[in-house]
């Protein structure tokens, strides 16, 4: 079982920046696609940030520019850096591996961005 362990969330105002972390119980080498999504009251959870297994970074439109996923495989931990929070960016974020063909989710953690 693997398991995911998010940090970072918080209550911030446009216009700041806010550092996610996820901590993984496997290692998060190029053999598993690791990343970030999030959900927002009453809607569907929706990618952010993800690294494939080939390590090509991709972005959702609404945060390119201003988010940037990275990983240290050394400590098997996946970074979400977040600049220029807009409060549609309040949502929970879960972070996301997927390995062995199956898919593991973090418990989430609250981002608020006020306005």
């Known amino acids: 079982q693997v398991q995911l362990v998010e940090s970072g969330g918080g209550l911030v105002q446009a216009g700041e920046s806010l550092s996610l972390s996820c901590a993984a119980s496997?290692?998060?080498?190029?053999?598993?696609?690791i990343g970030w999504y999030r959900q927002a009251p009453g809607k569907q959870r929706d990618l952010v940030a993800t690294?494939?297994?080939?390590?090509?970074?991709n972005y959702a439109d609404s945060v390119k520019g201003r988010f940037t996923i990275s990983k240290d495989n050394a400590k098997n931990t996946v970074y979400l850096q977040m600049n220029d929070l807009k409060p549609e960016d309040t949502a929970v974020y879960y972070c996301?591996?997927?390995?062995?063909?199956?898919?593991?989710w973090g418990q989430g953690t609250q981002v608020t961005v006020s306005s």
């Open positions: 996301y591996v997927r390995y062995v063909n199956n898919d593991y």
């Open positions: 690294i494939s297994r080939g390590g090509r970074e």
């Open positions: 496997i290692s998060t080498s190029n053999r598993v696609a």
